[in-house]
Structure formats: C-alpha cells, structure tokens
C-alpha cells in the first residue's frame, strides 16, 4: 500500500483515534481542529487529552489549525465533524480545494427538514471540479477502544466501490479489520438511526426497567431501522451486519456511548437541555430522532419507538408515559413484519 499524506478534519475523539489508525499504517496524518491551544497540545506534547485521556499519539500525527495549510496536496480526507457542521465545513473545503478529493465521512447522521444523508449533504455541497468520490466509514467502533488498539471491525461504502477498497487499504491494519459493502443506503441509515435506539436504551436503563426491556427494545428498534431503511431503497441483509445489527448492539450496551449516557441521564430525571450542556461532545441522536421521525412520515413507515422518543425530545411527552404508550400498542405479529420488510426490498 502506497503510503500518504491524509487530512482528518475534526479532532474530536473519533477523528483523532482514526488518525492513530492512520499512523499505525505509517501515512503521514494532518489533524485539523479549530481550537488552537488542542491543536499546539498535539504538536507538543501528542496528547489530546480532553477527548482521548491517557492516549499518547504517534509524532507521525500533526496538529493543523490553519484548513488551508491541512488540505496542501491532499487527495484523501477523512470527515470527523458532527453533522450539523458539514455544510460550513464543506463550503470552507471548497474554498481551499486545489485538486479532486476522495471524502470519507466518519460521522452518522442525517440532516433534519432537507432529509438528506450526509453522502447526499456531500455531493449537494460539492462540485465536480474538486468532488472525486463520497466514501462512508462506519461500524460499531468506540474511538476509547479503537485508540487503545482493542480489535474493532468497520464497514466502508461508496457508490464507486474502488473508492472505497481504496479506503479500505488505508485503514485494514492487524487490529483494525474493514469490510466493503455496496449498500451506501443501508449503511448510512444503519449507522445513523442506531443513535435514536442507543438513546432509547439509555432511558429505559435510567428508569431502572432492566434488561427484558432493553432487549426488546434493540430488537423492536432494529425491526424500525430496517422498515425505514429498505423503504428508502437499503438491502435489508445489511442491517444485519456490522453497520446495523453489529453498531446497535455496542451504541446500546456500552458506558463509551454517548447517545446511551445521554438516555440514561433522561431516564434519571434530568431535562433535555441541561444533558446536551453537560455532555461536553454532541449526541447525534436528538437531531436524527426528528430527522427520522419525519423519513417515517414522508415514506409512511410505521415507526413507533422513534414517534415515542421524538414526543420525549419535542414534545415534553412523560417517559414512563411513553413506555406504557408502546407497552399497550396495537397486538400484530412479528413474523408478519418481518415478511413485509423482505417483501417491500422485492417489489
């Protein structure tokens, strides 16, 4: 594998442990954040202590406070901002852009009221002089682990699949295993709607309702993720892999994730508000809860965990109420939806 020079833009938690990926596989990494005094941290001490404690980074990893000096002769960028700051990150990048770029996108969300992936977000902000391909990254993958070396696996997908083994090659390494999958829907819808159920998670942890709810709910959520997705035109075998089944299970179960420590913190009583200033990092599951919410309008997909979670979030809805509003939910049979799942993907 040729060895390059690779931007990663945003030097959050994931950002940076995929940049300690990168420098594992001995490219050059720039890593751009917009805070200058992280940004000397890294270049003097390789730490980045605020979002990775007790991480020491490869000399190999470089901290970039200037965009325009990041992207000098780049052609592979790896996109680690939240969702909501694409579109001024993307209009910044188009500014700068000297030569065509090959985008990987980390992140896992979808835009509220435009409904747009953030593939499409991508290819909406870009033009053909500078785009050359959208790749997605994505799987379940704490970046707490990831930096400490522990074996993770991740998918990548693009609608030019030798973009993405490229993408691939950059990253496979002996503790970090990539996997290709043509399936950009699913694996963007999979990877982003997993954060509204990992949000539900964490109430039903916080009400102390245990672990026959959780269960439930993981599995009743992938039925939804999986509804919605194959309506949008996603195989509905991927949401059986790593990007669906395989990022549900860790964003639901695990201390790391942030969208379940923010449902846990509701659970126990604490406002909306007050979660989202003392969470210090963004929970993506809010904004995609309303963006789901109005996909499941827009496609007709019956989806009431995200109806139930949306009216917590939106409405000022009562969590215990909300629970008992699934509990005593019309009775229907589970194979008869999951028959139609398969049916919808064939017609």
Known sequence: MVKESIAVIGA??????????????????????????????????????????????????KGYFSLEEALEGIETIILAVPTKAYREVLGNIAVLAKQP???VHVSKGIEPDTLLRISEMIEENASPTWLKDVVVLSGPSHAE??????????????????????VQDLFMNHHFRVYTNPDLIG????????????????????????DNAKAALITRGLAEISRLGTAMGANP???????????????????????WRAGNMLGKG??????????????????TTK???????????????????????????????????????MKTSEMEELFNILDSRQQ
């Open 12 to 61: 959050g938690s994931w950002g940076t442990a995929l940049a300690i990926v990168l420098a594992d596989n001995q490219h050059e990494v720039r890593l751009w954040g917009h805070n200058q005094k992280q940004i000397d941290e890294i270049n003097q001490f390789h730490i980045n202590e605020k979002y990775l404690p007790g991480i020491q980074l490869s000399e190999a990893i």
């Open 101 to 103: 770029l090959t985008i």
């Open 145 to 166: 682990e990831v930096s400490l070396r522990h074996p993770t696996t991740v998918t990548v997908s693009s609608k030019n699949m030798k973009a993405a083994e490229k």
């Open 187 to 210: 694996v963007e819808i999979g990877g982003a709607l997993k954060n509204i159920i990992a949000l539900a998670a964490g109430i039903t942890d916080g009400l102390g309702y245990g």
């Open 237 to 259: 075998l991927t949401f059986s892999g790593l990007t669906g089944i395989g990022d549900l299970i860790v964003t639901c179960t695990s201390v790391h994730s942030r969208n």
């Open 270 to 287: 604490q406002n909306l508000q007050d979660v989202l200033d003392n969470m210090g990092m963004v929970v993506e599951g809010v904004r």
């Open 291 to 329: 963006a789901a919410y109005q996909l499941a309008k827009k496609y007709e997909v019956n989806m009431p965990i995200t109806e139930a979670l949306y009216g917590v979030l939106f409405n000022g809805q009562d969590l215990k109420g909300a629970v008992d509003q699934l509990m005593t939910r």
